[in-house]
């Protein structure tokens, strides 16, 4: 059974920095893309990166562009996203995926596995 379970939310001031984690078991994924989502109350599922099977292509949501780092360790079946300058318009919940594919997908149903999510809030 494939699991994916995501931590290091929480709650941080605007302007902080989160180093978010996304374990996997069940399953290598070292040949796939892999990417995070976040989901705010009320609103729908929302890409925020993606980084494809070699770890040389990564694709971010115009709004995290130059805060948000995704990146991937293999050995551990592992990733990572790294929030820096972090705004109230952040929170919410953040849910890693992963693709039986090997590109940036952008789009929710083309990851086939997802983790439960972590809680990001940002005070003001």
């Known amino acids: 059974q494939v699991q994916l379970v995501e931590s290091g939310g929480g709650l941080v001031q605007a302007g902080g920095s989160l180093r978010l984690s996304c374990s996997a078991s069940?399953?290598?994924?070292?040949?796939?893309?892999l990417g995070w989502f976040r989901q705010a109350p009320g609103k729908e599922r929302e890409f925020v990166t993606a980084i494809d099977w070699s770890g040389g292509s990564t694709n971010y949501a115009d709004f995290v562009k130059g805060r948000f780092t995704i990146s991937r360790d293999n050995a551990r079946n592992a990733w990572y996203l790294q929030m820096n300058d972090l705004k109230p318009e952040d929170t919410a919940v953040y849910l890693c995926?992963?693709?039986?594919?090997?590109?940036?997908?952008?789009?929710?149903?083309?990851?086939?596995?997802w983790g439960r999510g972590t809680q990001v809030t940002v005070s003001s």
């Open positions: 069940g399953r290598t994924f070292s040949s796939n893309s």
């Open positions: 995926a992963a693709s039986d594919g090997t590109l940036t997908y952008t789009v929710p149903n083309l990851y086939h596995y």
